[in-house]
């Protein structure tokens, strides 16, 4: 009887050792993350519960459209508007609205550069602090990785800066909470114009 209890604690603290390095966030290269997550978990769909959704490089507001922004070639600003792509000259006054945006978090006590790719967050460390805890040196571009939902259960808080595009206007909030206190911020969840009429 006492050896049937003893296998089966043993089992059991097994099993629970074993469920909780799964849950762990893994430093990876991008190369080594590309070859170990199958593409389904970059796929964005309805049934998964991932709020937070990676951030384009830039956004626009151009007639009364919110639209992702990238730099495309000659370093000119591109964009899709209704099934065509525009560019804007960055050396020359533009009257729309625009910023650029960086998402951060705080994972663990560390502060991190934050992406989303599908089911997964993607951790930058950039500070020296961070890579330090990490035991990351200046040549090493590791990266941390973990599940959605295992990085939404740790509680961390995610914050988007937003910064000037020179050429552009710039009238949003500069910092804004996307995820804090174990909830996330709904209503900055949504573009930095949600509240402007058209």
Known sequence: MAWTTAVAIIVLLIYMLKNKKQQQARLMTEEDIFKSFDRKYWEYRLDRPTKL?????????????VCAMRVADYGSWEFQYQDNYKQLNPHKEHPYQAYKCIRFCIYEGFVYVFHVWGDIVVLNPRSNKTRTHLKLDDTDRRKLVIFYKDFIASSPTVWEERVRIKAFKFDVEPKVFLYKDNAYIEENLQDAWHKQEN
């Open 53 to 65: 959704k990676d951030n384009a490089e830039a956004y626009i507001r151009y007639n009364g459209e």
